[in-house]
């Protein structure tokens, strides 16, 4: 089964959306990852964002939440989805590094934060989800099942 | 409801309002985050219309001296062949510019979709370093600038020093940092560029003599689109986006970079590169790796 799958590894601050069958994989600890999925045209993609929001200074790239959710929606479109077809799955947001306390810290809170406030502003739905927590979290996504194998890491990496 | 005693009742309202004043504070500093972001992308919005004068300057300007030299060049006579090289000089240089520019505007819009990713190699530090240099060698050798390279690196093979990371990202990087130094740099000085190893980090280091960068925009010089001097009137070319690109690159391939400028004294950008490693945990390089764990969740 594992052999018709072409694989992908999510690096943070990209995104990736196929037509084909892909298992996409990618590592987390505070940054957030958005596995979406066309349960009617069975495709899907993944974002990897690091910082809830754009800071108007850097390259506006999906390493901000606020643009990775939408350029990763705005690619399926690209690729034929409607959006009463989508739903997501949302993972990560860990907070790893230790008593963090303040606004200014709590990245992972605050990751998780603006992908359930965007999702829900965009009307799509999240099916499921792992987030927050002390630890480390490995995604596999299957991007034509919408399948998502995970599990938890002892050490952190990110 | 059950009754309260006026302690407990104290206590709640206590509470309540402690809560009520965290709250407040969030708010406070989310509204400070949020007017914060919007002057930033007023700012933009203005940067961005420069940004589009600039690069059509930045594209424009370069292709009409080709076409008028290559054309100048067809009707030469015979026995003017010497004027010939000159031409041929400045295309090639207005040439490496504009193949210069361009690259850095498709990494940048690489970078905005999110489709970056390192490619790692093993990579000659030494010979990727001198490839760089050599490739401004007409613009310094115009600008009499010496590019000196200086290579300390002891350990490994001397010579064919190998680092794992990704070379086109490298090479862009420096040339950033080689091509800023030139275009800041006063005529007849020159740029040093220091590479030395630190456990697995490699040091890069790219010093000018040139006017060198305020206190307070040394802060500023990374945002994108910023130009110090974006005047119309401004001297130099560019369009802003090389160091934004430089830090986003460096973000990729886990790196960093500082700047130590005096104004009038000249500049040091240096950037600390970690060894990449082939195996990132859990999965393996060539992506060979087994995943169907039984300790798997399956959402």
Known sequence: ?158 | MSELTDKQLLRELRLRLEERKKFDNEMKELSKDFQSVTKKLKESEALKSHFISNISNEIVNPFTSILGLSKAILSVEKNDWKKVVSMVALIHSEAFNLDFQLRNIFVAAKIEAGEIAPNITKVNIRSLAQTVIDSFNIISRKMGIDIDLQFNVEYGFGKNFYFKTDSEKLKLILSNLINNALKYSYKDSKVIVKIWVDEDILNISVQDYGTGISEKNQKIIFERFKRLDSGINSINRGHGLGLSITKSLLDVLGGKIEIDSKKGEGSTFSIELPEAKNVIEGFSGDGNDVFFDDDDEIF
């Open chain 1, 1 to 158: 089964m594992e052999n018709r799958y072409l694989q992908h590894f999510l690096y943070p601050s990209s995104l990736f959306v196929n037509k084909e069958p892909f298992v996409i994989k990618t590592i987390l600890g505070s940054c957030v990852a958005i596995c979406i999925w066309d349960k009617k045209l069975k495709f899907g993609g993944m974002n990897h964002y690091m910082l809830p929001n754009w800071n108007g200074n850097d390259l506006a790239s999906p390493k901000y939440g606020n643009i990775a959710i939408d350029k990763l929606i705005e690619r399926m479109f690209y690729y034929g989805s409607n959006r009463k077809d989508l739903v997501a799955k949302i993972f990560g947001g860990g907070e790893l590094l230790e008593a963090s306390t303040g606004n200014s810290m709590m990245i992972g809170e605050r990751n998780i934060r603006v992908a359930r406030l965007m999702l829900e502003e965009r009307n799509i739905p999240i099916v499921a989800s792992s987030t927050g927590g002390k630890r480390g979290r490995k995604i596999i996504f299957f991007n034509d099942t919408g399948e998502v194998r995970h599990k938890f890491l002892e050490k952190k990496v990110y």
